[in-house]
């Protein structure tokens, strides 16, 4: 099945739009697990457990487990086996960023696709097509092209003017204009206005969007502007503000709530 | 000893201005390197030993190696362990384009910086200072940021124009205001025009370039543009036109040759 079918499917079933992303940082976790052989996978895992019937999507972002080096991938390795082997209709988009030129590009792509088995991915478009091209070949995999990123200082490079429009909204129309359709966009909902200009310009594919929560995203105006006519194919990240809503041994039953408020806040305004 | 001074040193000793890409893919590699126990580290050895006094850096790109997954990153980890005990001279690019906002850009900081003990590595600016920041605090380390790239489709994206002058040239002027002063730029030899511009925006600060060999890049029009005025600070990387020279048993004594010839047609026209 490919992302799309498997992403509209569970979105259907679980009644959710959340993603929640496996930011995971030794660090940040309960210093109870810190005794465990693996705790990163350990963390996770009662992650999973205790909110797979509540999202729509798992987002590990791979910085966190190359942070740690070997140990750290062999952690991120083992969620997605967990993942795969237990609840495979769940999809796993591998927040990654990457761009390179075409021949890089494609060593990349085996990386995500190949070695760890992602269903998704995000992609910098800045390079142009040719340098996307070995990742769009994954016909049942998908892309998600980071547009507009949530962070405060994206206005810096994101928002100056090309042609009488702001740089992310030159970059969308380019972008749908490839032929490739395994594709959709980023775009942060601290910014729930360019957020709406980008549904506008994809009104139908799936937006994955990031920072309601710890970045300070409002859920409502994000949602109303970024779902599409069905109120589906909004892929809402949340990391930080449910997988560290607490940090005693009560942080899974805590996740599981933190990701349950947020879907229902959610599907309040889709 | 910071990036910048290794770097000077090193192109002074060894009177060269090239690096050593070692992008390298098992598919490519001479074939009787297969019965090896680590294929890649062997490869990388050998170019290594053949290579160190003709060159300025090395350059390995992280894509190669996460393509093939633990394996590969292990066959990484032993090449910069090398590097480090036999030619700790020679500074290290880890290329890795990285790009995330900054609490996730903190966490590839310490993968590339502490874990891989890189000396530097290359960043895209496009999400604007504070997702940088996390990498530029490495005060001994040096971050490459991508201005235009080398690929044919880099004019999409890179060149539109913004205030009348192509986005390029408004990144570099924005990048250069920043303060932390442990960066330089990358721009594509295949575009020695552009080279230029950016050189006059940043006339002492390495610069490191990529594609003169097999992107088509010519050595005279790239190095005339890109060194500084005392004929420095510009770091050539070539890859597939030095490491893969030759197929055969010496392939090492080839690529050889080819950095040899490439750093006395370089240094021509310094």
């Given amino acids: 099945m490919n992302f799309r079918n498997k ?10 739009l959340v993603c929640v992303g496996l930011d995971t940082d030794l660090e940040k976790i309960p210093r109870f697990l810190l005794k465990k052989l693996d705790p990163i996978f350990s963390f996770n895992q009662a992650i999973i457990k205790s909110t797979y019937d509540l999202v729509c999507a798992y987002k590990p972002n791979i910085a966190f487990y190359e942070a740690r080096g070997e140990k750290g991938l062999r952690s991120l390795k083992k969620t997605i086996a967990y993942l795969r082997k237990n609840y495979a209709e769940i999809p796993i988009i591998l927040d990654a960023k990457r761009a390179d030129i075409g021949n890089t590009s494609g060593q990349y792509a085996k990386a995500i696709f190949d070695y760890w088995q992602a269903d998704a991915t995000t992609v910098y478009p800045f390079l142009g097509h040719d340098s ?3 990742f769009l070949e994954y016909k049942n995999k998908y892309i998600f092209f980071l547009i507009r990123t949530s962070n405060p200082d994206a206005k810096m490079f994101q928002d100056v003017k090309v042609k009488n429009q702001p740089y992310y909204l030159y970059l969308a129309k380019k972008v749908k204009r490839w032929k490739e359709k395994n594709t959709g966009v980023f775009c942060g909902a601290t910014y729930p206005k360019e957020l709406r200009q980008i549904r506008q310009i994809f009104p139908d594919r799936p937006i994955l969007t990031a920072g309601i929560g710890a970045q300070g995203g409002q859920a409502k105006l994000a949602v109303k502007a970024g779902v599409n006519k069905n109120g589906l194919n909004l892929i809402c990240n949340s990391s930080r503000s449910i997988i560290y809503a607490s940090s005693g041994k009560d942080f899974a039953k805590k996740a599981r709530l933190a990701t349950d408020n947020l879907r229902k806040e959610i599907n309040q305004y889709r």
Same sequence: chains 1, 2.
């Fill in 132 to 134: 996307v091209r070995p």
């Fill in 7 to 16: 992403l509209e499917k569970i979105i259907r079933k679980n009644n959710s």
